[in-house]
């Protein structure tokens, strides 16, 4: 309010100055006191609806170009000044009583129009190139977090997904469990202290591994140290299996983790650097430096298969899409990571067995006519929208609930979920599968 009255002051002062010299004016010429009280009263009343007119002026010049949506209430003021105008100039009453029905219907519609959603325009925000090499060890770790999750504290956000797609799998806090991955809590100090001390490891003996890998890359033997066990594992996740955590039906001889770098995550060096110093930056431990994070991925990932270094821009915000529904329906199930725990016909690389077969053209009715399904679908593309956006509601045999994260609702777009609709509503059992589109 104080700003309204600055700034009515600054642009309204001359005019108040006049009602005021108007005003002693009146008393000095006018010897007849009727007439003297009734100039008086008129002059006083012009000071107020001078003041309220200021305001009103004042107030539209700063909300004009704000979306604070209080545009209207200038209006609002100069409908109260006309009306009150009217009552103490009954000869010009009814033309300011029409002035201020006027206003009075502007005000309603601008006001509804001004709390309606609004979309600001103006020029796209400024493109920022990312130099990791030249950040500390805390705007790495920002860095890191946004391309796990999003953005800066979105790690205890549920459905916080970011570009590393991470959470999709593990947990990160402490009490937190994962039916899929690993919690990540405390990895640093684990890392060197029990998983390269674990005889199944067999650090510094890679051909004695039983795993589906036994080495990263041709003679990249393993880890020595906690960060390059955690360089490994995101390189190599079949290398070492934690217990508990393989694909099922290989004994835990198989990750169903994804190489993060390469497609369709592909993390590229210096992102991969950024997620690790996050994760000891987090729980108060001093990170490696840049250089030795990166040196550690260099010894699992041969230069051939790094990605190639493109222009590091920011990652994208929390609310980013796993998929917008452009791409084709191979790419959205690569994208949404349906290929790491399902089978899916003529899906390439889809041959997880994690979840179920996802057979749904057959799957879905006899699913629907369970005694224990609870669901409100009835059709099979009704089944299959609702296993995918709210998989608790029916959970098939031998499978556990919670496999499967509840976000791609909000991680797909409407467009990426009819295309997985139309696809899996077409796969049959005993039958070719659809052709990708």
Known sequence: MGVLINEALSIGWPLLALLAGLLVYSQIS?????????????????????????????NYKTSFYEANRMLPVSLVIITALAFMMGIYFPNQAALLKIGGFMFLVAAALSGYGNWLPQVEGGFPPPDVKLVFDAM??????????????????????????GKGQCPLCHAFHKGMLGERAPNLDGLPERAGKERLEDPNYHKGEPAKREYAEKEACPGCGTATTGQEYIAESHSCPSCYVVSGYGVKGTNDKESPMPKIHKPPISLSLPELAAVDTWLYVREGREAPTYEEIIKSYEKFIPEADRPKQQEDKPAAAAGALLADGSEPVDQIFAKAQCVVCHTIPGIPGAVGTQGPKLEEGTNAPNRIKDPAYKGTAHTTSDYIMESVVSPSTYVVKGFPDNLMPKVFGQKLSAGALKKIVDYLSQVKAGSPPPKIS
């Open 136 to 161: 500390t060890p805390q705007q790495l770790a920002d860095e890191g977090e946004k391309i796990i999750f999003g953005g800066i504290g979105q790690n205890k956000v549920q459905g916080a997904i």
């Open 30 to 58: 006018i010897s007849d006191p009727v007439a003297k009280k009734r100039a008086t009263f008129k002059l006083f009343i012009g000071m107020i609806a001078a003041c309220m007119l200021l305001v009103a002026i004042a």
